[in-house]
Each structure stands twice: as structure tokens, then as C-alpha cells.
């Protein structure tokens, strides 16, 4: 199977390249400013299978006997260059700006960082309002703007991703934008979420781009419910859809796909050896 919304690295590897070793926020004195969706909206942990698995090792049993987590592994780990390490940008902009006293006037929250220096300084402008256009709501609209004149694809004043935070619920979505896509609809990856905290949540990705990419309509599922984590993925041009379940703390677990183990669940132990599904 191909990486999954791999193209999310259009944009955010792109913005990767701001650095943001000289970061600087204007700050306001207008109050600390509404709740901010956290970072764990953007975040997910699939340490249990760093690396893509076992296989391979000197001091490991034949890889047979591990063969049921490194199927998993090989499938998940993907994730992590696919989707979390282009995640990063994101996740320290948002940090910089749950840190930062945003200015208000005419019912916009205005959160404004420079990134880089001198001839390579960039902006990143974050606004936010509530349905009512009021000081405070429940529902809050979020826009981030992004001004590169060194990206790959130049920009200015150009909408990198917007989303909505239910800041009573902590359920939301992002909506993720490339300037890179040939069309006038440049929708990249949207997020659905729903965070109590980092260890209850989950995150849905989607690939909607509208341009006929092969990858499009690609959705990925991150549970986190305690220690249990699940991946859910829907490949839509392979009709394939699998499913894997894990520990976060002995990383035991289990992995369900077609085409493998004749389509029934097939587990392993906290040393990733087969054993048989309870």
C-alpha cells in the first residue's frame, strides 16, 4: 500500500524550512485571549512501532515468530514520516501562541508571530472569532494565514489551514491548504478531533483533495482511549481497510487485514512474538 495523505509534506515541509530559532509574538493588552484547541489535536503516539518493527535484528527469534507485529509495524509506521514529523510546525506555532496575550478589535482574536531574520523572516497570523462576534463564545473560528517569501511555493497572506474548536466540548476540525495543488479548491487534508487530553482522544485524517489525486479520500483513525491505542485506515482506490490495537505502555497488541492470516485477528506479546488472540 502507498503512503496515505502523504501530500500533507506539500505544505508543511515546506514550512518546515521557516525554522523558528527567532520567533518573535506581538502581544497585546487585551486580556489572555480565548482557549486554543492543544497541540494533541495534531499529536499521536505510534512509538510502539518505531523503526517499522523487528525484523531483521541479530538478537531477534526467526522473524516467523515475530512476523504478526512487524506486519503491523510496517503498516503504521509509515505514519510517522507521512503525517506526525510534518506535524511539528504546527504543533510549535500553536505551543507559541497558547503562550502568547493576542490583541482583540471588532470581534477578531488576532495572534501574529515573525519567524526567521532578515532577508528570510516570515509571518505566521493566527486569527480566531466566535459565532456571536463577541469578546467570548463557545464556538470559535480559527485561521491561519502564512506570509513565505522562501518557501518552495512563494506566498502572501495565504490561508494555510483554518478549523473550528467547540471550546466547551473539545471537539473541533482543521482544514489543511497547498499552494502547490493545480486547482482552485487546494484542500489538502482535513482533521477531525475530539480531545478530552493526551491520553483520551481521537484524531481523523482525510484526504480531500479535489483534484483526482490517487490518494484522495484516503481517511485514517487515531483512538486513544487510556493505554489502548487504534489505527483505522481506509485505503479508497485499493478498496483495503485494516485495523490495529496496541498497549502504549508493553506495546502487546493486534493487527486485522485482508490478506493476511486469512483475515482474522493476529496478535503478538510484549516481546512482539506471536501468540494466540483471546
Known sequence: ????????????????????????????????????????????????????????????????????????????????????????????????????????????????????????????????????????????????SITCPGCKTPVSDYVWYDGRFNTDGGDGHWQFYSPEIANDDQSLVRIEYDVTDASNKSLVFTNNRADAHEDAGDVISYIRAGDQATIEVHDQSDGLDYEAHWSITTTEGSLKVPGYNNGEEACWDAQHLNRACE
Not at 515541509?13 to 525554522?19: E, P, R, T, W
Not at 502568547?100 to 477578531?108: A, D, K, M, Q, V
Open 1 to 144: 500500500m502507498r503512503v496515505s495523505i502523504k501530500d500533507v509534506a506539500l505544505l508543511l515541509g515546506a514550512l518546515a524550512l521557516l525554522g523558528l530559532a527567532a520567533m518573535a509574538c506581538d502581544s497585546g493588552d487585551d486580556g489572555p485571549g480565548p482557549p486554543l484547541p492543544p497541540v494533541e489535536t495534531m499529536t499521536f503516539n505510534i512509538s510502539a512501532f518505531q523503526g517499522g518493527g523487528d525484523a531483521g535484528k541479530a538478537d531477534d527469534p526467526a522473524p516467523g515468530e515475530k512476523a504478526n507485529f512487524n506486519n503491523a509495524a510496517a503498516r503504521v509506521w509509515w505514519l510517522n514520516t507521512s503525517i506526525a514529523t510534518h506535524l511539528v510546525v504546527p504543533v510549535l506555532v500553536f505551543g507559541a501562541a497558547a503562550s502568547t496575550e493576542p490583541t482583540y478589535s471588532s470581534g477578531i482574536w488576532t495572534w501574529q508571530f515573525s519567524v526567521g531574520n532578515g532577508a528570510n523572516t516570515s509571518t505566521a497570523v493566527l486569527t480566531g472569532w466566535f459565532d456571536s462576534e463577541l469578546k467570548e463564545g463557545i464556538f470559535l473560528n480559527l485561521s491561519m
